[in-house]
C-alpha cells in the first residue's frame, strides 16, 4: 500500500472512531430519553388524569378515552425509539466490522480495538437487549393499568 492510501485509510479509520462513538452516544440518549419521556407522561397524566371528588371519590378530569390513550403514549415513544436505538446498534455493528478490517489491514497482527473487542462475550448487545425489552414491557404493563385505573372511575370531577 502507497503512502497516500495509508495516509487516506488512517484518516478514514480516525473518522469511522468518531462515527461509532456518536452511534454510541445516540443509543444511550434514546434510553435516556424514553424513560424521561415515560416518567414524565405518567406522572402528568396521573396528576391531571384524575382527582378526588367532594366526597372523597376517585373523579376523571380528564375524558376517559383521551386519558386512555395517554396512557400507552410512552409505550409508544419506547416502541419507536427501540427501533432507533435497534438502528443505530446495527448501524455501529457494520461500520465496527469494516473497521476490524483497517485495524487488520493497517496495524499490526491482532492488535487494534475492534480486534480486541470482538475476541471478548459480547456486552452492549445483550444488555441493551434486556434494557429495551424491560422498559417496553414496563410502559405497556403501566399503561394498561393506568388505563384500567381510569376506567374503573364512573364520575367526572
Not at 26 to 45: D, K, P, Y
Not at 55 to 79: K, M, V
Not at 137 to 142: D, N, P, Q, R, V
Request: hydrophobic share 55%.
Amino acid at each position: 500500500m502507497n503512502e497516500s492510501a495509508r495516509a487516506f485509510h488512517m484518516e478514514e479509520y480516525k473518522q469511522l472512531h468518531d462515527a461509532m462513538a456518536a452511534l454510541i452516544v445516540r443509543m444511550e440518549a434514546l434510553a435516556q430519553r424514553t424513560l424521561l419521556v415515560a416518567a414524565a407522561v405518567f406522572s402528568w397524566v396521573a396528576v391531571q388524569g384524575v382527582g378526588t371528588s367532594a366526597s372523597h371519590q376517585w373523579c376523571t378530569r380528564l375524558p376517559s378515552e383521551l386519558s386512555n390513550a395517554i396512557w400507552f403514549l410512552p409505550f409508544g415513544y419506547a416502541a419507536f425509539a427501540g427501533a432507533a436505538a435497534l438502528a443505530a446498534y446495527w448501524r455501529l455493528q457494520r461500520v465496527a466490522r469494516y473497521v476490524q478490517s483497517l485495524e487488520a489491514t493497517l496495524g499490526a497482527d491482532d492488535l487494534g480495538w475492534q480486534t480486541t473487542l470482538r475476541r471478548m462475550h459480547p456486552v452492549i448487545g445483550p444488555v441493551a437487549l434486556a434494557y429495551w425489552f424491560v422498559l417496553l414491557i414496563g410502559t405497556f404493563l403501566a399503561g394498561m393499568r393506568g388505563a384500567m385505573f381510569v376506567s374503573s372511575i364512573s364520575s367526572p370531577c
